[in-house]
T-cell receptor, first 110, second 114 residues
Framework: RKEVEQDPGPFNVPEGATVAFNCTYS??????FFWYRQDCRKEPKLLMS???SGNEDGRFTAQLNRASQYISLLIRDSKLSDSATYLC???????????FGRGTSLIVHP | DVKVTQSSRYLVKRTGEKVFLECVQD?????MFWYRQDPGLGLRLIYF???????EKGDIPEGYSVSREKKERFSLILESASTNQTSMYLC?????????????FGDGTRLSIL
């Protein structure tokens, strides 16, 4: 079983739609969680950290479910510019080495 | 803002050549990482370093070596380049040895081995 799993998609949604991605992780000792965004042929960029209490940044909401070992990313009112690959990143306590999921592709169309 | 700079955006080399990829960060980060990214395989960790002159193997170190003589610079070396090392190479850095510190990436180097 992969340590960090994501549905590769693509998720194809119209502008204005709400879309959600999940990411499951296998190591119950995982401590830190992040979502990154990667545009085509560019480097990954931090989108947001995921806190135990959940967090929101504008149209983006991230949540952590430790019992079921997954994190989620919700995007409201999708924009064309949200089209990208979203990478889930999990870091286990004590290792400081993050594990990346393979990413979920989002395509927002007019 | 953290700045991670990779020496080349695009590089073309020949089989058997020794190839150097350079990465510099300007935020005094302790941790530095080298990844390669290939379609369908995601990011794979080649080597990482927690401190000057310190290095640890990642998941796919074969065919690569690294050097960290100064805190701000982490070099990836392909000892004898092969065509299966054609890939996008990404350098990243992060601060300290505490958790919940995200990585910051350079722009990447697209390396082609002919």
């Amino acid at each position: 079983r992969k340590e960090v799993e994501q549905d590769p998609g693509p998720f194809n949604v119209p502008e204005g739609a709400t879309v959600a991605f999940n990411c499951t992780y296998s190591n119950s000792a995982s401590q830190s969680f992040f979502w990154y965004r990667q545009d085509c042929r560019k480097e990954p960029k931090l989108l947001m950290s995921v806190y135990s209490s959940g967090n929101e940044d504008g149209r983006f909401t991230a949540q952590l479910n430790r019992a079921s070992q997954y994190i989620s990313l919700l995007i409201r009112d999708s924009k064309l510019s949200d089209s990208a690959t979203y990478l889930c990143v999990v870091e286990s306590g004590g290792s400081y080495i993050p594990t990346f999921g393979r990413g979920t592709s989002l395509i927002v169309h007019p | 803002d953290v700045k991670v700079t990779q020496s080349s955006r695009y590089l073309v080399k020949r089989t058997g050549e020794k190839v150097f990829l350079e990465c510099v960060q300007d935020m005094d980060h302790e941790n530095m990482f080298w990844y390669r990214q290939d379609p369908g395989l995601g990011l794979r960790l080649i080597y990482f370093s927690y401190d000057v002159k310190m290095k640890e193997k990642g998941d796919i170190p074969e065919g690569y070596s690294v050097s960290r003589e100064k805190k701000e610079r982490f070099s990836l070396i392909l000892e004898s380049a092969s065509t299966n090392q054609t890939s996008m190479y990404l350098c990243a850095s992060s601060t300290g040895r505490s958790s919940n510190q995200p990585q910051h990436f350079g722009d990447g180097t697209r390396l082609s081995i002919l």
